[in-house]
């Protein structure tokens, strides 16, 4: 699977199209292929979801040979590369590595987790890739990443996939002191992690920064939380269908009954 799957990779990520995370990406799938195209946003998108920009126009420009940067979205960097940049249909997207993880509660928000929903939804083998990062940290912050993401690709990419599933990978920030790789299930976060913060302007009128508290709280064993808070890289499969199925009959229950032609 490896040869056919890394035939054309495409690179995109939501931190831009200059984002050092983009560019330990690029080396990654160049240690793959020698095929790789590079489609990523304009400016940071992180925070931006899985959204599509529907009433304004996009426009991209040429960075370098198979390097372009989009005016939009992660998703529109998908669309734009699959049906107006690429000349082949890409066997492999990689999305990322975004500086900072994408754990829990984060994939509802992950440009980065996005861009490879995306490709999963066209049909493409794909993945997003975040490492943990800290203030004033004295280290590469991605060193993490450097050192495991090729070999953790090259592991992946080994067997077929099954259709809808895509993963999501997170590194934790101390490269010396990794304890080994863990298949993960989503998290959940103790506290609510977005806060509001409210400020005055100069002119005496409100204004306001929404943030992130990033707590890992006391995860619960086998969470990509708990793997990344106990040093160990987290693979976590993800798959399109959301449809909560063990409520299935019940909501047909509830259905049937209040709503029956009797």
Not at 159 to 164: K, L, V
Not at 176 to 183: L, N, P, S, W
Not at 218 to 225: I, K, Q, R, V, Y
Request: charged share 25%; glycine share 8%.
């Amino acid at each position: 699977m490896t040869e056919n799957i890394s035939k054309c990779i495409l690179v995109t990520n939501d931190d831009g199209y200059n984002s050092p995370g983009l560019k330990l990406m690029e080396s990654i799938a160049r240690s793959l292929s020698d095929n790789v195209w590079i489609v990523a946003p304009e400016e940071e998108q992180s925070g931006k979801g899985h959204a599509l920009s529907l009433h304004e126009p996009i426009r991209y420009r040429q960075i370098d040979e198979q390097y372009f940067a989009v005016k939009g979205t992660p998703t529109d960097c998908v669309m734009m590369a699959l049906h107006q940049i690429l000349p082949e249909r890409p066997t492999l997207l990689l999305s990322g590595i975004n500086r900072g993880v994408n754990l829990a509660e984060d994939m509802t928000y992950s440009g980065t987790i996005s861009a490879a929903m995306e490709g999963t939804l066209c049909g493409i083998p794909s993945m997003a890739f975040s490492q943990e990062v800290v203030r004033d940290h004295p280290y590469d912050l991605f060193q993490t990443s450097r050192d495991h993401g090729l070999g953790i690709v090259k592991k992946l990419i080994r067997e077929p996939w099954p259709e809808g599933m895509f993963l999501n990978i997170n590194f934790p920030l101390h490269f010396d002191e990794i304890k080994g790789i863990q298949t993960t299930s989503q998290g959940f976060r103790d506290d609510a992690e977005v806060f509001i913060e409210a400020r005055e302007d100069p002119r005496g009128s409100d204004y306001y920064w929404i943030g992130f508290r990033r707590q890992y709280g006391e995860p619960m064993a086998g969470t990509d939380l708990a793997a990344i808070k106990n040093g160990y890289i987290s693979v976590t499969p993800l798959h399109l269908d959301l449809t909560h199925e063990k409520s299935l009959i019940t909501i047909g229950n509830i259905i049937n009954k209040e709503f029956s032609c009797d």
